[in-house]
Nanobody
Framework: VQLQASGGGLVQAGDSLRLSCAAS????????MGWFRQAPGKEREFVAAIRWSGGTTFYADSANGRFTISRDNAKNTAYLQMNSLRPEDTAVYHCAAQSYTNLYIRDRNKYDYWGQGTQVTVSS
C-alpha cells in the first residue's frame, strides 16, 4: 500500500493550497481517508476526514470553514482544499487510510496506512 501526498508549498497568509493523496495497493473505496498534520515539537493532530463513500466529512475546529476534504474514488485520490491559510497552519500534512468499518475517524491511532507527508509553510 502506498499513499503519496503532494501539493504542499510555501505560501503567504490568506492564500490557498490543494493537497492531494494518491493511493495504490488497496481498494480505495473501502477506506475512510484522513488528513493529519504535525508541526515541529508538536504531536500529530487531526485535520479532516471523509468516509469511504464521500458522504460524510469531519473537521477539526481549526479547519472548519476554511478547509474542505473530498475524494474521487474513480481516481483513488483524496484532496484537502485549504483556504485562508494562516501561519499556524504550517506543518507537515499526512494523509492516512483506515478501514471503512472503523468508527474512530478522528483518532490517529486508528489508521492503518500513512503517507510520507507534504510540507505546508505559511508566512505572515
Amino acid at each position: 500500500v502506498q499513499l503519496q501526498a503532494s501539493g504542499g508549498g510555501l505560501v503567504q497568509a490568506g492564500d490557498s493550497l490543494r493537497l492531494s493523496c494518491a493511493a495504490s495497493g488497496l481498494t480505495f473505496s473501502s477506506y475512510n481517508m484522513g488528513w493529519f498534520r504535525q508541526a515541529p515539537g508538536k504531536e500529530r493532530e487531526f485535520v479532516a476526514a471523509i468516509r469511504w463513500s464521500g458522504g460524510t466529512t469531519f473537521y477539526a475546529d481549526s479547519a472548519n470553514g476554511r478547509f474542505t476534504i473530498s475524494r474521487d474514488n474513480a481516481k483513488n485520490t483524496a484532496y484537502l482544499q485549504m483556504n485562508s491559510l494562516r501561519p499556524e497552519d504550517t506543518a507537515v500534512y499526512h494523509c492516512a487510510a483506515q478501514s471503512y468499518t472503523n468508527l474512530y475517524i478522528r483518532d490517529r491511532n486508528k489508521y492503518d496506512y500513512w503517507g510520507q507527508g507534504t510540507q505546508v509553510t505559511v508566512s505572515s
